[in-house]
């Protein structure tokens, strides 16, 4: 992935990055009187302006959410409506697993009218 930043110039490929893990072998791992786990590191470099980085705990199985940004493209006020936006809709699906996910749009009117506006201002 370096080398094909570096043939384009050293700008992002992508603008965002969405991951998701669930490594489950971790809770096989601590479970085991063999093996024990001391320390984890995360080796990967933030490439991505934004990333929304979703995981599930090994221990309590609890999906956990981190969102990274680059401050020279994102306001922490952004961040903070965006972290909203997502708790707001994750909320709303683990509240009606059966609903479409059209069937209850996340964006609020006004929300909706700004993003629209942004849109409109950038083409």
């Not at 603008?15 to 809770?27: A, G, M, R, S």
């Not at 059966?98 to 409109?120: D, F, G, Q």
């Amino acid at each position: 992935m370096a080398k094909i930043v570096q043939d384009h110039g050293g700008a992002p490929l992508f603008e965002t990055l969405f991951n998701y893990t669930h490594f489950h072998i971790y809770q096989e791992i601590e479970q085991s009187k063999r093996v024990r786990i001391v320390e984890s590191m995360d080796f990967s470099e933030p490439i991505y302006p934004l990333v929304a980085d979703f995981y599930r705990e090994a221990a309590s199985d609890q999906l956990r959410l981190a969102l990274v940004w680059d401050a020279k493209e994102f306001e922490q006020i952004q961040m903070e409506s965006m972290m909203k936006l997502y708790m707001r809709t994750l909320t709303e699906i683990a509240r009606t697993p059966h609903l479409s996910c059209t069937a209850n749009p996340s964006l609020s009117p006004e929300e909706a009218h700004t993003i629209l506006k942004l849109r409109i201002q950038l083409t």
